[in-house]
């Protein structure tokens, strides 16, 4: 396929025909055609939007290069066609295709912001954004101006990507920039995406019906030559963004089965007009939601909608899982673990994953297939979740990551109010004595009584070590609004 979007508009969904996990041409009626896009979270073979892919016989291209499965990772946004059981629901792909959003030098750093910039493209950084191995520490921090980075992740309506995974790039891997195009420039060949002028000058420009590029159109843009004091890539290749979901690389059409799609809600109209990462969707009665009510969709609004596309190739949706905010982080060693009833104990807290948590090992053994079954008890677990059910205490995980062995705790989430010098997260008690207090909204360090005052209804991050059933702080910060 000559270009990739990471959305619902590339897809092609193949006819509804059999499967198993033996290859299409053989599949059985019990299969139904489905194409998918979103996260990686797992592997063995490749799990996205909770559904587990076997990958035996399919395709597998990275920015339109042909790779093995192992050069995907845990973050990355894949295209998956291929075939689920409406009994198991398990699937068979055909094809698995990853696009970055952007591959290049990085302009800018803004650690205290969560933000980069990466060939005149705004990048957020956020609890959901994984970090390759090679970043260490593995945030912001463990990079530098002028690092050579591949992003994959969600684009709101302004063009700003949401980061899900953040990688180094490969040697000599050509730059490249997926986006939407605007003051297209016939005369001089350039166009702009985002803050990036693209001079495609003497470029192969492929898949437009006019021959060239225009102003809205979605491309994606490699070169190997870029200008940082004019923001300018010299492009090499110029390709279209296939818009019908029907469409492949070929331009040939299939027959449309189910699309399943995770992105960011954009221009919201309504909860029967809104898109999802440039997609047209529209709801009906007979809705089912996740995580939320209709009321709960609004621009920006990270979801997973599952369905199929009308006449006007709109995508009707017949379930839409709204994500919750990831506010609750755990870090320690775990005291239990339950393969069995994907379940393990940290901290006394009750974890719980399913089929939509992402799994990275950054051990020293780096477990590419990487599952619960691989954690033994001792291991140092980090966790990312909410609470689930809602007062139950337990947690459900949106992210485990196995950590090199240490002895630090880390404990975020909402503050509760106990007997000073003491509070509570999630049931773990903290110990503030002789602890570190400060407020990310101030930058600035606080008394233990602003502390007590100021934390309660936030977000309070702990750092410190554990003793007995008690964590002993050494640093205790509030969390900004956005970091909720």
Do not use: W
């Amino acid at each position: 396929m000559k270009a990739f979007l990471l959305s619902i508009t590339t897809l092609l969904v193949l006819a509804a025909c059999g499967g198993g996990s033996m290859p299409s041409s053989t599949v059985q009626p019990a299969m139904q055609g489905v194409a998918t896009s979103g996260t990686i979270t797992a592997f063995g073979s490749v799990y996205v939007n909770g559904v587990r892919y076997d990958v035996s016989a399919a395709t597998i291209r990275k920015n339109d290069r042909s790779v093995m499965q192992s050069a995907l990772a845990v973050g990355e946004v894949a295209l998956v066609r291929g075939h689920q059981s409406a009994q198991t629901g398990q699937g068979t792909a055909d094809s698995v295709e990853v696009e970055d959003n952007v591959v290049g030098p990085i302009a800018t750093i803004d650690v205290a912001g969560g933000k980069l910039t990466v060939l005149g493209q705004t990048v957020l950084v956020t609890a959901n954004t994984s970090f390759d191995m090679g970043i260490t520490p593995a945030d912001l921090t463990g990079l530098m101006k002028g690092d050579a980075v591949e992003i994959s992740g969600f684009a709101d309506a302004n063009g700003v990507i949401t980061a899900t995974r953040i990688g180094r790039a490969e040697a000599g891997e050509p730059l490249q920039v997926l986006g939407t195009v605007a003051g297209f420039d016939a005369a001089n060949h350039v166009f702009m995406i985002n803050g990036l002028k693209v001079d495609f000058t003497a470029a192969s420009v492929s898949g437009f019906t006019a021959g060239a590029p225009a102003n809205g159109d979605l491309v994606v843009v490699r070169g190997t030559a870029f200008d940082a004091t004019t923001t300018t890539l010299t492009a090499t290749e110029v390709l279209r963004a296939h818009t019908d979901p029907r469409e492949s690389g070929d331009g040939q059409h299939s027959e449309t089965g189910v699309v399943e799609l995770e992105g960011l809600i954009m221009n919201f109209a309504s909860a029967t007009d809104f898109e999802v990462d440039g997609a047209k969707v529209t709801t009906t009665t007979s809705t089912v939601y996740k995580g939320g009510t209709a009321a709960d969709l609004a621009n920006n609004v990270r979801v997973e909608v599952r369905g199929s596309l009308d006449a006007n190739k709109v995508l009707v949706a017949d379930e839409i899982d709204i994500h919750r905010i990831a506010a609750i982080e755990l870090e320690s060693t775990a005291s239990s673990v339950d393969a069995a009833n994907h379940t393990l104990q940290l901290l006394g807290v009750t974890v719980t994953v399913d089929a939509h948590t992402r799994f990275e090992d950054k051990s020293s053994a780096h477990v590419q297939m990487f599952t619960l079954q691989d954690v033994a008890v001792g291991d140092t677990i980090e966790v990312r979740g909410y609470e689930s059910p809602a007062g139950s205490g337990h947690i459900l995980a949106t992210r485990l990551e196995r950590l090199p062995p240490s002895m630090q705790v880390e404990v975020r989430g909402p503050f509760t109010a106990t007997t000073p010098p003491q509070f509570a997260i999630m049931g773990v008690v903290v110990d503030t004595t002789g602890a570190a207090f400060g407020s990310d909204n101030s930058h600035a360090a606080l008394t233990a009584s602003d502390f007590f005052m100021q934390a309660v209804g936030r977000i309070v991050e702990v750092k410190g070590t554990l003793s007995g059933a008690i964590v002993t702080a050494s640093e205790v910060t509030i969390e900004s609004e956005e970091d909720r």
